[in-house]
């Protein structure tokens, strides 16, 4: 069965100074990977994914992800973080199932 | 182009009665999909359908029924409504299902509450 853990439930950091969320997966294969952002009271909006090729994946406002197959991880970062980045993140997989999210980690930029 | 629109936004329903929450896509993909989100569970799937007429189960998906009449809408039912199914409810759609790793598009949520 596929799974995804974001160890974090909330990220603090300072505005201007870089960010990461972590994420760690298990799935069977080759795993498809994305980034969703969630504003508060909105739906989730895709931020960026991994299907194949070159590592480091570039998204949306600047954000971008780095898989890792031996560490079976995608963490999500951003050089320099903005107050309007704040939001609950989901990292989510998927094999030959269903996309399956985890829990959400909550970032807070502080001006 | 409005993407996905879901109603109500809103809902408070009394227990064991029944209610509909309605979905429509205007991008013609194949897929949709019906999540809850819970705090501090995320959001886990209910039903999802990878292409008009037909329909599976996801993780949670006791006490739901979907349909797929048709490309655009995806309609879930609650037959009898209970106070764990309090939730928000999002529905979302991707030009592929299980067979590709399209990014999934994501509805404004209905808020319901069961009393």
């Known amino acids: 069965a596929q799974s995804v853990a974001q160890p974090e439930d909330q990220v603090n950091v300072a505005e201007g100074n870089p960010l990461t969320v972590k994420c760690t997966y298990s799935?069977?294969?080759?795993?498809?990977l994305f980034w969703y952002v969630q504003y508060p009271n909105r739906g989730l909006q895709f931020l960026l994914k991994?299907?194949?090729?070159?590592?480091l994946v570039k998204g949306s406002y600047g954000f971008e992800a780095e898989f890792n197959k031996s560490q079976t991880s995608f963490h999500l970062k951003k050089p320099s973080a903005l107050v309007s980045d704040s939001a609950l993140y989901f990292c989510?997989?998927?094999?030959?199932?269903?996309?399956?999210f985890g829990k959400g980690t909550r970032l807070s930029v502080i001006a | 182009i409005a993407g996905i629109t879901q109603a109500p936004t809103s809902q408070i329903l009394a227990a064991g009665r029944r209610m509909t929450l309605r979905c429509t896509q205007d991008m013609r993909h194949n897929a949709m999909y019906w999540y809850r989100q819970d705090l501090g569970l995320g959001l886990r799937l209910i039903h999802y359908s990878n292409t008009a007429g037909t329909t599976g189960k996801g993780e949670v998906p006791d006490g739901y029924s979907v349909s797929r009449a048709n490309t655009d809408d995806f309609p879930l039912t609650l037959a009898s409504a209970v106070p764990s199914q309090t939730s928000v409810y999002f529905c979302?759609?991707?030009?592929?299902?299980?067979?590709?790793?399209?990014?999934?598009?994501f509805g404004p949520g209905t808020r319901l509450t069961v009393l």
């Open positions: 979302a759609s991707s030009a592929q299902g299980l067979a590709g790793g399209n990014e999934q598009f």
């Open positions: 799935v069977s294969g080759n795993p498809y």
């Open positions: 991994y299907i194949t090729g070159d590592n």
């Open positions: 989510a997989v998927k094999g030959n199932t269903p996309l399956v």
